[in-house]
């Protein structure tokens, strides 16, 4: 059973989710519409970067699970290699 702080913890975690998603979502759908001059474009970055940012967070994820399934995987033949070796 979860207990009050993880209860917690996971709202926070949807929030900040959704106030990420919200944010994107309005700069990379909505600020194409407004007016170059607007202040609203303050708020946001240049629009090249709503393309590199996911991107990099994808390369960057995709390594990181890529190396993470590498090194289980070798650990686990060393294992079965040591269990092969004592038979």
């Known amino acids: 059973m979860a ?3 993880d209860k917690f913890i996971g709202l926070l ?3 900040i989710a959704t106030a990420v ?3 994107y979502t ?4 909505v600020m194409p519409f407004v ?4 202040p609203l474009h303050e708020l946001f970055p240049p629009r090249e970067w709503a393309i590199r940012i996911p991107v990099v967070l994808i390369l960057v994820g995709g390594g ?3 190396s993470f399934i590498s090194m289980v995987m ?6 079965q290699a040591g269990k092969s070796k004592t038979k």
């Open 3 to 5: 207990s009050g702080i």
């Open 13 to 15: 975690m949807l929030l």
């Open 21 to 23: 998603f919200a944010y």
């Open 26 to 29: 309005a700069w990379v759908l």
């Open 35 to 38: 007016d170059q001059g607007h």
């Open 64 to 66: 990181l699970v890529g």
């Open 74 to 79: 070798i650990r686990t033949a060393r294992k």
